[in-house]
């Protein structure tokens, strides 16, 4: 996999769960992707609970983490 930027910020080399979250939240197919922080703000929602999500998802066998 090739590394991926935050498109709001330029934050290199996103985390899995990082580029997980863009997908299940915004968009599957998406080739923007965003950081912890950029993502929380652009959802108007705190970085703990987009961490949060993650974990539920995991639990939940999402292929996406």
Not at 26 to 40: G, I, N, P
Not at 46 to 52: A, G, M, Q
Request: hydrophobic share 35%; glycine share 4%.
């Amino acid at each position: 996999m090739s590394k991926k930027r935050c498109y709001i910020c330029g934050k290199e080399s996103l985390s899995i769960n990082e580029i997980g979250l863009t997908k299940k939240l915004l968009d599957r197919d998406s080739r923007h992707f965003y950081c912890l922080v950029c993502l929380a703000e652009h959802l108007e929602v705190d970085t703990e609970f987009l961490l949060d999500r993650v974990e539920e998802y995991k639990e939940q066998g999402c292929i996406f983490f």
